[in-house]
């Protein structure tokens, strides 16, 4: 199991734990969690609704495709620690990290 933190809109730090060993994405698991992450896209990196901002951990994360990259470039409030959770799968690369919700779209 993998263990890192989310921020909410208000701020509020919360646990999370998440299976490395099922091929996950991050947005799954926020979903899963209860978190208001709309997804409209179904994960395929086409609407940016699953923005996430990394404030530690992000130097852990594989790079950003050129799919995600495109995607972040059209959000008014990107930060260069901006990230899609429905591009970044579960693993051992998480862990520890701290990830707060942007709420772009949601």
């Known amino acids: 199991m993998v263990q890192f933190s989310v921020i909410d809109e208000q ?5 999370v734990e998440a299976p490395a060993d099922m091929g996950l994405s991050l ?6 969690s209860d978190y208001p992450v709309l997804a409209t896209c179904g994960g395929m990196a086409l609407c940016a ?3 996430v901002e990394f404030t530690e ?14 995607m972040i470039d059209t959000l008014p409030n990107a930060v260069n ?18 990830i707060r919700l942007r709420g772009d779209g949601n």
């Open 81 to 98: 620690a901006s990230r899609l959770a429905c591009q970044i799968r579960i693993g051992e690369h998480l862990q520890n990290a701290v």
């Open 11 to 15: 701020g509020m730090t919360h646990p």
């Open 57 to 70: 951990g992000l130097e852990r994360l594989p790079e950003a495709n050129d799919a995600e990259l495109d």
């Open 27 to 32: 947005m799954e698991i926020l979903k899963a």
């Open 49 to 51: 609704t699953c923005h």
